[in-house]
């Protein structure tokens, strides 16, 4: 291996593993090394890409060879890989949802306290910088004091993900659905932006996607405990692309439309201030750059710089949102979230 590059472990190789590997390699400062159970998809990834080694499973990897791991495994399985990091002390990045139950999450949280290590959770949008720019404005003062959210995201899932029936997403216990998959971005976005939610009340269903288990729709309203509310929409078949996240304060409203963020102070009906944050680029490649963008702040953190990502506590209280979400529409109340986690 180059000694000049850090040797990092992807583990699990499937739609989002890859989009790591490419972000990975494109910082130029990583050697991988892969695990994937899929014989087939282990071996169109070592011939796709310049990799040293790759294993079916986590156990035929020297844990101790490596400077850090990216688990990209579906998300029953984020606690068992934590555990084995911090048992290595092998700092990592773990995809979102951060589990798919609260069970183990905390003893794997204090484990991985104990090792020490750097530890994130993938909310990709972390990094993006129309959203480094809104909580910058919004830190700042400029829509006064922050009271409201409204979010919509919303688009056909089927085109994005047409294999979407054989993976995780079409499991509940594997962390699909519209919640613990769709919603948990737009949990962190809130939970970065306005703080701790202490209240949630849900509805959600399948309302159109076949070959699944899991809600395709829901709407979630949140109270956090500065007082602010947020209510957030999501279907995942409507065919217009919907990403839209609108924040209310006492003197202004700042809203994000996909990458262009805006912002008006007065009923005349136009934003006063507009910026497209991908102009000239295409979506998909915007999206790529992120996880390049994600690999360098976390190669950097490794050298230990500060990092905007989110934290395993972020995400603790993303997923205890999530479950009392869930929890809400089955007991048809609101459920206050130290009750429910
Ligand atoms: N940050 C994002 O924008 C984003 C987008 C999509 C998915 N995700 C998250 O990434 C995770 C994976 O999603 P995906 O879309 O790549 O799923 P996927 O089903 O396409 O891929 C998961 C891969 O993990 C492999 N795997 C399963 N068990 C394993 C194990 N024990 N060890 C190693 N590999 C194992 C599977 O064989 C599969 O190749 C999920 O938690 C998901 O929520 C994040």
Redesign the pocket.
């Known amino acids: 291996m180059d000694s000049g590059k850090r040797n990092v472990l992807i583990?699990?190789?499937?739609?989002?593993?890859r989009r790591h590997i490419k972000g990975y390699l494109e910082t130029g400062r990583a050697d991988l090394t892969l695990?994937?159970?899929?014989a087939a998809?282990r071996a169109a990834v070592v011939a796709e890409f310049a990799t040293v080694a790759a294993y079916e499973?986590?156990g035929q990897a020297d844990l101790a060879d490596y400077d850090l791991a990216v688990i990209?495994?579906?998300?029953n399985?984020?606690v068992e890989m934590m555990e084995a990091c911090a048992a290595a002390k092998l700092p990592f990045l773990v995809?979102?949802?951060l589990a798919v139950t609260l069970d183990g999450v905390d003893a794997a949280i204090a484990a991985v306290a104990r090792a020490g290590i750097l530890a994130r959770v993938?909310?990709?949008r972390r990094i993006a910088p129309e959203v480094i720019h809104l909580r910058a404005q919004i830190d700042a003062g400029k829509i006064g004091a922050l009271k409201l959210a409204y979010l919509n995201s919303s688009q056909d899932f089927g085109k994005y993900?047409p294999?979407y029936r054989t993976?995780?997403y079409a499991r509940p216990d594997m962390?699909g659905g519209a919640i613990l998959?769709a919603a948990?971005?737009s949990f962190d976005m809130l939970i970065s932006i306005m703080g701790r939610p202490v209240t949630v009340g849900a509805m959600y269903d399948r309302l159109k996607l076949d070959g699944s288990e899991t809600e395709d729709t829901c709407l979630i309203s949140v109270r956090f405990a500065s007082g602010a509310m947020a209510n957030l929409t999501i279907n995942q078949f409507q065919k217009r692309n919907v990403a839209s996240a609108e924040f209310i304060g006492t003197s202004g409203n700042l809203k994000l439309d996909h990458a262009t963020l805006s912002f008006a102070d007065d009923d005349s009906g136009h934003w006063l201030e507009q910026r497209d944050f991908m102009e000239g680029m295409v979506p998909m490649q915007a999206h790529q750059a992120r996880f390049t963008m994600q690999a360098d702040t976390m190669l950097d953190a490794l050298d230990g710089k500060p990092d905007p990502l989110a934290t395993l506590s972020d995400a603790r209280t993303n997923l205890s949102l999530a479950l009392a979400a869930k929890q809400s529409w089955v007991e048809r109340r609101f459920v206050d979230l130290d009750a429910a986690s």
């Open positions: 583990v699990g190789v499937g739609g989002i593993g695990i994937e159970p899929d998809k499973n986590l990209c495994t579906p998300a399985f984020h995809e979102k949802p993938g909310y990709i993900r294999d993976t995780y962390g998959d948990s971005h």
